[in-house]
């Protein structure tokens, strides 16, 4: 069995950060946080371009037909790059509006086209009284439920305005949970819908949570051989050295469970929930200490604002506790697989 990307996937992967590498450079991305946070709209035009959101769209429905594997490379890519634009969040929300359009909600079909266009910016709502990434500049919200999907449009003058938020590579806002029984909102699917937008944000999150962690271990490894003390280079140090080795180990879990996760929901395997919490549980911990050792290589100047290390902390934070935490989809796991303990089925 071939574990290793396609070509088409290879090659997509290096257009990528080629794209992310002119557009969502350090320097793009300081302007953006300075500015005080928010999207780069050169960068989210050229992703739209690019027919990023139409990654996994069939074909003939005007996508690109690459599937779920594809998706989690952009991601990664996104991540390496703290990329400030709202590709995932808007990408869940399509997703999500494309299977209800495809159910015969008629609601939905009007916003398929503008959001693959990138005419429109959508997200996704964990729950109604949650923060919401790209909450102040979306178009469409997709708001899960206990029992179901609800998609609540939010014309100009009656979006959420920004909140103050420590990772200013993204925006941040409250929903009005009134909006979610308005005039203005209409059902999406039921239990089923909300688990399948669940798996998929979480393994869309641990992807940009990879990618990250991929990029500090480089800066970290890099800064090691280059910074000297007591005439010899810090790497040298057998704890630097450990710690690196931990750090390694930690981001290829991270692409493991990433990948399986991806793979899972794109061929419809029954293990796709369990994919998809495993790849977040193991990612909100592991890029946690990624960052925490990555910090203590560089010592002080690592903590400062001048170095890009705190961007991808502070993302990174948010990635942990956004579509739940470690703790509540080690919840989500044990509920998926009591069953299987009780019938005395093999949990692996």
């Known amino acids: 069995m071939d574990f290793e990307l396609s070509d088409d996937q290879l090659?997509?992967?290096?257009?990528?950060?080629?794209?992310?590498?002119?557009?969502?450079?350090?320097?793009?991305?300081?302007?953006?946080?300075?500015?005080?946070g928010g999207t780069d709209g050169d960068l989210w035009k050229a992703m739209v371009a690019q027919g990023w959101m139409g990654v996994e769209v069939p074909e003939e429905t005007g996508g690109l037909g690459l599937g779920t594997v594809a998706t989690a490379v952009?991601?990664?890519?996104v991540g390496r790059?703290?990329?400030?634009?709202?590709?995932?969040?808007s990408l869940l929300a399509l997703g999500a509006l494309l299977a209800g359009a495809k159910a015969g909600v008629t609601e939905a079909e009007r916003w398929v086209e503008p959001l693959l266009a990138g005419e429109a910016v959508g997200t996704v709502a964990w729950s109604a009284d949650a923060p919401v990434l790209y909450g102040p500049s979306a178009d469409v919200v997709v708001v899960m439920g206990g029992d179901g999907l609800r998609a609540v449009a939010q014309p100009e003058g009656r979006r959420p305005k920004r909140e103050p938020a420590m990772d200013l590579t993204r925006e941040l806002g409250w929903l009005d949970?009134?909006?979610?029984?308005?005039?203005d909102a209409f059902d999406l699917g039921g239990e089923e819908a909300v688990a399948a937008l669940a798996d998929r944000g979480?393994?869309?999150?641990?992807a940009e949570m990879l990618g990250g962690a991929g990029r500090v271990l480089d800066m970290t490894v890099q800064y090691a051989k280059d910074r000297v003390q007591f005439g010899r280079p810090i790497g040298s140090f057998q704890a630097v050295k450990h710690r690196c080795a931990?750090?390694?180990?930690d981001v290829e879990g991270m692409r493991s469970c990433v990948y399986y996760a991806a793979w899972c929901i794109g061929a419809g395997h029954?293990?796709?929930?369990?994919?998809?919490?495993?790849?977040?549980?193991?990612?909100?911990?592991?890029?946690?200490?990624?960052?925490?050792?990555?910090?203590?290589?560089?010592?002080?100047?690592?903590f400062t604002w001048e170095h890009d290390l705190h961007l991808y902390l502070k993302r990174s934070q948010l990635d942990q506790v956004s579509w739940g935490d470690a703790s509540a989809h080690r919840q989500?796991?044990?509920?998926?697989?009591?069953?299987?303990?009780?019938?005395?089925?093999?949990?692996?």
Request: proline share 7%; with cysteine; net charge neutral.
């Open 11 to 36: 090659a997509l992967r290096d257009a990528a950060r080629s794209l992310l590498d002119d557009l969502a450079g350090p320097d793009r991305v300081r302007r953006v946080v300075d500015a005080g």
């Open 74 to 77: 952009l991601l990664e890519e």
């Open 81 to 89: 790059h703290v990329a400030p634009a709202p590709f995932l969040s």
């Open 177 to 183: 949970p009134a909006a979610v029984t308005g005039p």
């Open 202 to 206: 979480a393994t869309g999150h641990s």
């Open 246 to 249: 931990d750090m390694l180990v």
């Open 270 to 302: 029954p293990d796709a929930s369990v994919a998809a919490s495993t790849a977040k549980v193991w990612c909100s911990d592991a890029a946690r200490r990624v960052m925490a050792s990555g910090l203590q290589v560089h010592g002080g100047i690592g």
């Open 332 to 348: 989500r796991l044990s509920a998926l697989l009591r069953p299987r303990v009780e019938s005395g089925d093999s949990v692996v």
